[in-house]
Antibody
């Protein structure tokens, strides 16, 4: 059974960084992309980027270039998303999802990140 | 701001058919990119509903179907049920400005 288990809720001050993890199980981790999507409360879905766990190669949405980093550790089948220089409007639910180049097949339950002074 | 535009809301009575449009451009849907659809029930993570050319993951009823024409795509729900009340998002790739992948603006479906 495919599962993506994300790390717990985080609270950060403006200007800080946050790193969210996504532990995958039940499928061949290096065979599929891991995508990251965020959802600001009351708003829609926003694609942030993806990582190819096999090569470590990443593609970031233009908006997030320069302040997001996606990595992975294949030995523990875990992907990470780090967002730097946080602002209050980065308060959101952050989802990881595994899938193909474009298609997001299975989603994690999400990690709430709150940015507040 | 998303490059895929959906109506903010649609509604219908149980048993009716509703459609949700997803309007793009020549750099995404019009370029032949696949369109995928996701369902987000209240308070939960999104779920893949339909992908590509009308393909449904296991467990998704055939009441859900899609079609694509030109720079737009649509999701149809026939025999609307109370459990279909949710937010629906289209998604495609976009080859302009390194957008890579984009979601639609989202549509809230209300069952009257």
């Amino acid at each position: 059974q495919v599962q993506l288990v994300q790390s717990g809720a985080e609270v950060r001050k403006p200007g800080a960084s946050v790193k969210v993890s996504c532990k995958a199980s039940g499928y061949a981790f290096i065979g599929y992309y891991v995508h990251w999507v965020r959802q600001v409360p009351g708003q829609g879905l926003e694609w942030m980027g993806r990582i190819n766990p096999n090569s470590g190669g990443t593609d970031y949405a233009q908006k997030f270039e320069g302040w997001v980093t996606m990595t992975r550790d294949t030995s523990i089948t875990t992907a990470y998303m780090e967002l730097r220089r946080l602002k209050s409007d980065d308060t959101a639910m952050y989802y990881c999802a595994f899938g193909r180049l474009q298609r997001l097949d299975v989603w994690g339950k999400g990690t709430t990140v709150t940015v507040s002074s | 701001q998303s490059v895929l535009t959906q109506p903010p809301s649609v509604s219908g009575a149980p048993g009716q058919r509703v459609t949700i449009s997803c309007t793009g451009s020549s750099s995404n849907i019009g370029a032949g990119s696949d369109v995928h659809w996701y369902q987000q029930l209240p308070g939960t993570a999104p779920k893949l509903l339909i992908y590509g050319n009308n393909n449904r993951p296991s467990g998704v009823p055939d009441r859900f179907s899609t079609y694509k024409s030109g720079t737009s795509a649509s999701l149809a729900i026939t025999g609307l049920q109370a459990e279909d009340e949710a937010d629906y998002y289209c998604q495609s790739s976009d080859n302009s400005l390194s957008r890579w992948s984009v979601f639609g603006t989202g549509t809230r479906v209300t069952v009257l």
